[in-house]
């Protein structure tokens, strides 16, 4: 170990929230080499979803494009979700245990291994976009994990979050938006 890089750590040590800053932390860990990143090739992140991706017009999920995954992940799951639904937080997509080798996620060529959960639909399946009013923001946030997770299908989205639980390497969240009357 160099001596500015012994002096950096030995700074780190003495300023712990210094080290949780995402900058300094990739610039310690230089196995990260950038940040876990999802976009679609079908919305820009703000823009508005396409219609097949909505519930009542295809019901296709986007196709994801991952990339930066973390060298030491072992799998990625997925959330989509509705934080403007009049009744909470809507639960959209729940899938997980999908490989990391894994960098375009397309609705016809679902990975082997992947496990879906529960939506907020009763479904064991993407649905997509339903706003009641108005328009929606769609938050498809994607987590690099260091752990494959115990699931069985049809798992909740309390139960992903549990077992997710010091498992998160990084995350990245795309978002789009979605109304009825365009």
Request: hydrophobic share 40%.
């Amino acid at each position: 170990m160099t001596f500015l890089k012994k002096r950096f750590v030995s700074l780190l040590s003495l300023f712990p929230l210094l080290a949780a800053s995402p900058l300094i932390a990739s610039a310690s860990h230089p196995s990260v080499r950038g940040a876990l990143s999802v976009t679609s090739p079908d919305f820009g992140y703000g823009m508005r979803m396409p219609s097949e991706s909505a519930q009542k017009n295809g019901n296709r999920p986007p196709t994801l494009v991952i990339s930066n995954i973390p060298p030491e992940t072992r799998s990625l799951a997925i959330q989509m979700v509705d934080p403007d639904n009049p009744a909470g937080v809507w639960i959209h997509w729940l899938a997980a245990n999908i490989s990391p080798s894994v960098h375009i996620l397309t609705a016809t060529d679902l990975p082997t291994g992947i496990v879906i959960g529960t939506n907020d639909f009763g479904n064991c399946q993407y649905d997509g976009p339903s706003p009641p009013l108005g328009t929606h923001h769609y938050l498809i946030h994607i987590f690099a994990l260091d752990a494959m997770l115990n699931l069985k299908s049809g798992f909740n989205y309390r139960k992903l979050e549990n077992v997710m639980w010091g498992h998160i390497l990084q995350r990245s969240t795309l978002m789009g938006t979605f109304s009825q009357n365009l």
